[in-house]
Each structure stands twice: as structure tokens, then as C-alpha cells.
């Protein structure tokens, strides 16, 4: 099952285009001008422990920031509940179960 939300993921990932898409450390970064979830959104398809999830997603936070982008993460049911836990404590606010906010 957790193969087939990674699949389907990255099938959705590349439906709708992005202006600039940006790998990082297993996560995909997409920036785009317009208003959409999906092509303004930090997308991570790996999990580490909660010291790397944390260090990671505060890069990713100046990356959106230096784009005057607000930062959007992609949850889906493979991210482990402590890194859910993680998003909330950091200022982030979940948004139709798919995506929080900060």
C-alpha cells in the first residue's frame, strides 16, 4: 500500500507543472507564482529521524521565504505521525488532512 501512495504521489507531482521545481535531500521543492497546493509546496517523499526532518524543513522555510512564497507542506499517509507532530508544533496548520500551513 505505502509503495502505491508513493507512486501515485510522483504521478501527481509531475500532472501539474511547476515554474521551478528543486530537489533537496529527498524532498521535492516547487515554487511556482500562481495559487495552487501542488505547484507551490514542499514535498517530502523521505522520512529521517525527527532531528533531520526538522533541519530540513527549516532550509526548505528560507527557500519559500527567498521566493515570497508561504511555506505549504504536502502530509500524506506516509509521513510517520511524529513528523505530523512536528509541522504542528512548528507554527503549521493542517488543511484538508493533505496540507498544513504555516
Known sequence: MNNQIKIIEELLLNSIPSIKT??????VLRLN?????RANCICPLQYD???????KLKECEK???L???PPIV???DLMPKE????LLASGYA???GLVSFK
Open 49 to 55: 529521524s525527527e532531528s533531520e526532518f526538522s533541519k
Open 67 to 69: 521566493n515570497a512564497i
Open 83 to 86: 513528523l505530523r507532530d512536528i
Open 22 to 27: 528543486l530537489i533537496f535531500a529527498g524532498w
Open 63 to 65: 527557500i519559500f521565504e
Open 74 to 76: 504536502k502530509v500524506t
Open 33 to 37: 507564482a500562481g495559487y495552487t497546493y
Open 94 to 96: 493542517k488543511i484538508n
